[in-house]
């Protein structure tokens, strides 16, 4: 008899100070998809969805696809958004007849407008049809902000443990790991969850350079070889989130009898944390630096990348500042490709205007004036698109990505690629396509 596993995914990470309520309509922008409909969408891409159907095929599991969301990080879930997800995925439980264990695939640095710990509540809810033993793996984001009322109400908690994110097939692998042995009586996992009092950390997480996040990761490497020990998370926590469990964190997931190992585990690394508080590796300049950098770049030596990290719509920010975008025109720099630009009315007057054509238009800036006023430029409409692409980089590789209508905008040597939807830049395809 197969056991049979539900699954489901509801990712947001929630930047509350932003003033763009998360609505469905930006679920379904990005994903919102219920049932069978998960499996043909996800199979083969590198997510925790892909990596759930490959562990599914593996054990022989019977799957209860019950609903995928994911919506560009933005402000807090609205009431309807929040219950739309919640309930979509508890109702399928409730429908599915024998459920045997559970794998959640969330971000974990949720926030809905009626709840400043959703994945906690979903949890909670979850448990109030299954009970307390059935085994639920929940994967989180490295920038989740754990509360102690999701570490108590599932299993396992297990965060990607690279920066850019590349590993959530395997994480999903490895949750899906414990939920087998349990269901087959060979365990029966709890977490644990240990905060230290600091609003950020472990370098905020990063991975590609030496430093506090690597570390941990491989204290947590070497306490998962103890017996009894299941899986030790080290969560980076997402800052831009006004909620009392904001800030980092370590989850452990234990087997019965080794509770108080665990605590001391969470604990000892929560420490470290505290101890290197301070650490980090980043150098950041100002407009003006980069801009100097961009001037004396050497094309030959292959692009310079410059990043506006407080305008990553990945991080809930408006994708709309302009103050990088006007001081490379000031400078007249060529050979530039700035994207992305969130502002779907200088989209439609493009679309208007045709390729070729010429408009004059006030850019982005239309949110919040700390990060740039609208830019007013005449630019020629180098290339229209209607904005969809699959991610072929190593982060969400396979997946379908809708920067919604698109135009290519020229002036003089900058090629600026203005969307309506916003998304990050985690693929080259945002300027290939
Ligand atoms: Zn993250």
Request: hydrophobic share 45%; charged share 20%; proline share 5%.
């Amino acid at each position: 008899m197969a056991f049979r596993v539900l699954i489901a995914q509801f990712m947001h990470e929630t930047n509350t100070f932003s003033v763009l309520p998360t609505t469905l309509d930006d679920y379904r922008r990005r994903w919102l998809v219920r049932g069978n409909e998960m499996a043909s969408r996800f199979r083969n891409t590198k997510t925790e969805i892909g990596g759930l159907l490959d562990a599914a095929d593996r054990y022989g599991w019977e799957l209860i696809p019950a609903l995928a969301a994911n919506a560009t990080p933005s402000g807090r879930l609205t009431v309807e958004t929040w219950a739309f997800i919640r309930d979509g995925i508890v109702d399928a439980l409730k429908s599915a007849g024998r459920v045997d264990g559970i794998c959640l695939a969330c971000h974990g640095a949720a926030v809905a407008a009626t709840s400043d710990d959703p994945e906690g509540e979903l949890l909670e809810a979850i448990r109030a049809v299954v009970g307390p033993d059935v085994p639920i793996a929940m994967t989180l984001d490295l920038h989740a902000n754990v509360t102690d009322r999701m570490a108590r109400l599932s299993s396992a908690l297990i965060s990607y443990r690279t920066y850019p994110h590349v590993d959530q097939y395997e994480r999903a692998q490895q949750g899906a790991a414990p939920i087998q042995a349990a269901m087959e009586g060979k365990g029966k996992p709890r977490c644990l969850v240990a905060q230290p009092a600091t609003l950020s950390g472990v370098d905020g997480g990063k991975t590609t350079v030496p430093g506090p996040m690597l570390d941990l990761l491989a204290m947590a490497d070497a306490f998962e070889k103890e017996p009894g020990i299941n899986v030790v998370s080290v969560q980076a926590g997402f800052m831009p989130s006004d909620i009392a469990n904001v800030g980092p964190s370590i989850a452990v997931s234990h087997e019965p009898g080794y509770e108080a190992r665990a605590a001391e585990i969470a604990r000892a690394m929560s420490q470290r944390i505290w101890d290197r508080r301070g650490e980090t590796f980043s150098t950041l300049l100002t407009v003006e630096q980069a801009i100097a950098k961009a001037i004396a770049h050497d094309a030959s030596k292959g692009p310079l990348v410059i990043a506006d990290g407080t305008d990553n719509p990945g991080g809930g920010a408006y994708g709309d500042a302009t103050r990088l975008l006007a001081a490379l025109l000031e400078a007249k720099i060529e050979g530039v490709a700035v994207g992305t630009m969130f502002d779907p009315a200088a989209v439609a007057m493009a679309m208007k205007a045709g390729v070729g054509g010429e408009i004059t238009v006030d850019l982005g800036g239309h949110h919040d004036p700390a990060f740039g006023e609208p830019l007013r430029l005449t630019a020629t409409v180098a290339l229209l698109s209607d904005g969809t692409f699959v991610n072929d980089g190593p982060m969400q590789q396979g997946v379908e990505t809708a920067m919604g209508p698109t135009a290519v905008l020229r002036v003089g040597g900058i090629d600026i690629v203005v969307v309506s939807n916003r998304i990050q830049t985690i693929d080259l395809q945002v300027f290939l396509s």
